[in-house]
C-alpha cells in the first residue's frame, strides 16, 4: 500500500466550478500536512500546510482528519489558471522527510 | 534570487555511461535533498543530507551516490547509468525538517 494515496483524475470542470480533492494516509504517525501544487513539466510549489482545525487561504480550504487518515483540498470558483496538479504531501516519523502522493490532475475549462 | 540551481536541465546518457547532477541553494538552508518524478509514481526520495557533512539513503537509493560538498551543494552521481533511471530528478532544500521546501526547476534524464 501506498503511504500516501490520492485520486490521479483528471477533474475536468468549468470556470466558477468547486471542486474537491481527497487524499489518505497510511502512517498514523505522520506529524504535518501539505498540497504543493505542480504545473505541466515544472517544479513542485508550496500551495498550504493543512491543519487539524482547517485553514482557509482564499478560495482554497483544507482539511485534515488525523482519525480517518484523510485531508482534502477544496477549491472555490475554479479559474483557468488553477489546472495543475495537486500532490497531498505528508512528513515521515523520525527526520521529517516529505512524502508526496501521485497527484490529482485539475483541468479547468472556459 | 536564485533558490535552488540544478544543472543540467536536460542530459541524455548511453547505457553503463556515468553522470553527476549539480545542485546548489542559496538561502542557507541546512537540509538538502533529491527526489526523482516518474509517471504514476509520484515523487520519491532518493537521497538526503540533514546537515552538512551528513547523507542518508531515501526510498529508492540503489544506483546512485550524492556527495554535500558544503552547506551550499549536494550532488548526485549516475555510475553506470540503466534505462530504469529515466526520469525527471528535483533537487530540494528547506531551513527546517518537513517544511519550507524549495525545489529546483529539475532535471530531465535519458538513459538510451
Known amino acids: 500500500r501506498k503511504e500516501v494515496e490520492q485520486d490521479p483524475g483528471p477533474f475536468n470542470v468549468p470556470e466558477g466550478a468547486t471542486v474537491a480533492f481527497n487524499c489518505t494516509y497510511s502512517n498514523s504517525a505522520s506529524q504535518s500536512f501539505f498540497w504543493y501544487r505542480q504545473d505541466c513539466r515544472k517544479e513542485p510549489k508550496l500551495l498550504m500546510s493543512?491543519?487539524?482545525s482547517g485553514n482557509e487561504d482564499g478560495r482554497f480550504t483544507a482539511q485534515l482528519n488525523r482519525a480517518s487518515q484523510y485531508i482534502s483540498l477544496l477549491i472555490r470558483d475554479s479559474k483557468l489558471s488553477d489546472s495543475a496538479t495537486y500532490l497531498c504531501v505528508v512528513t515521515n516519523t523520525g527526520f521529517q522527510k516529505l512524502v508526496f502522493g501521485t497527484g490529482t490532475r485539475l483541468l479547468v475549462s472556459p | 534570487n536564485a533558490g535552488v540551481t540544478q544543472t543540467p536541465k536536460f542530459q541524455v546518457l548511453k547505457t553503463g555511461q556515468s553522470m553527476t547532477l549539480q545542485c546548489a541553494q542559496d538561502m542557507n538552508h541546512n537540509s538538502m535533498y533529491w527526489y526523482r518524478q516518474d509517471p504514476g509514481m509520484g515523487l520519491r526520495l532518493i537521497y538526503y543530507?540533514?546537515?552538512?557533512?551528513?547523507?542518508d539513503k531515501g526510498e529508492v537509493p540503489n544506483g546512485y551516490n550524492v556527495s554535500r560538498l558544503n552547506k551550499r551543494e549536494f550532488s548526485l552521481r549516475l555510475e553506470s547509468a540503466a534505462p530504469s533511471q529515466t526520469s525527471v530528478y528535483f533537487c530540494?532544500?528547506?531551513?527546517?525538517?518537513?517544511?519550507?521546501?524549495?525545489f529546483g526547476s529539475g532535471t530531465r534524464l535519458t538513459v538510451v
Open positions: 543530507s540533514a546537515s552538512e557533512g551528513t547523507t
Open positions: 493543512v491543519y487539524s
Open positions: 530540494a532544500s528547506s531551513e527546517e525538517q518537513g517544511f519550507g521546501y524549495t
